[in-house]
């Protein structure tokens, strides 16, 4: 059921996209159930994109320092983000458990 759910996530993360057509490809999901989802990524993904590049040039058309400057705050606010979310999950993992490669496990 979560299919239609990465189908459509996978739009918005570099790189995924072809990760996900590939697995939906291997695991044979119904390409009827991918094709419309697809769209409906494509469509979600080129109006958030679009409205960002519109309303940030609106906005920022004059002031080209200033679009610099959101621009690395919001880069490095979703970094933070995300670091923080490693940190949470990391949380409940048993420490000192040894990371090993497969061979030798």
Do not use: D, K
């Not at 979600?44 to 920022?60: K, N, P, R």
């Not at 409940?92 to 497969?102: H, K, N, S, Y």
Request: hydrophobic share 50%.
């Amino acid at each position: 059921m979560r299919g239609g759910a990465i189908i459509v996530a996978s739009r918005y993360v570099p790189g995924a996209r072809t990760a996900v057509s590939m697995t939906a490809g291997a695991v044979g999901y119904e390409w009827r159930r991918f094709t419309s989802f697809g769209v409906v990524a494509a469509v979600t993904w080129a109006t958030y994109s679009g409205l960002i590049g519109f309303l940030g040039g609106v906005a920022l058309e004059r002031n080209v320092f200033m679009a610099l400057l959101l621009g690395l705050a919001l880069a490095a606010a979703i970094t933070a983000v995300a670091e923080l979310g490693r940190h949470v999950l990391r949380r409940g993992q048993p420490a000192g458990r040894p990371v090993c490669a497969a061979s030798s496990c």
